[in-house]
Nanobody
């Protein structure tokens, strides 16, 4: 499995960025019905890793309170690509953002925190 993030960079506070994650090796991170949970995490310097958004194969989404209403997770199954649209960015959103995937093993994706596969991350910096 390879998860490759892109789209990070530097943006002014109040601005927007859209991150992308291209996934390969779907047979490893999907179940026999093609289901998976895919998520975006972030880690800021000196802080714990935070799951900020997760999406099921059916399109159900869950967001961290810190980004709710500002960030949108989505996916294009035909392109095997996961997206994170980030609007109204704040200085505290500065972090390395990681794409992650987990084979669906039951329950709700909102309960998945320990993901199986990870990208290497893309850095987002915010200038005030």
């Amino acid at each position: 499995v390879q998860l490759v993030e892109s789209g990070g960079g530097s943006v002014q506070a109040g601005g927007s960025l859209k991150l992308s994650c291209v996934a390969s090796g779907a047979s490893e991170y999907t179940d026999s019905s093609g289901r998976s949970c895919m998520a975006w995490f972030r880690r800021a310097p000196g802080k714990n890793r935070e799951r900020i958004a997760i999406i099921s194969s059916e399109g159900m989404t869950t967001y961290a309170d810190s980004v709710k209403g500002r960030f949108t997770i989505s996916k294009d199954n035909a392109k095997n690509t996961l997206y994170l649209q980030m609007n109204s960015l704040k200085p505290e959103d500065a972090a390395t953002y990681y794409c992650a995937a987990h084979k669906y093993v039951g329950g709700y994706c909102s309960d998945y925190h320990g993901m199986e596969y990870w990208g290497k991350g893309t850095l987002v910096t915010i200038s005030s």
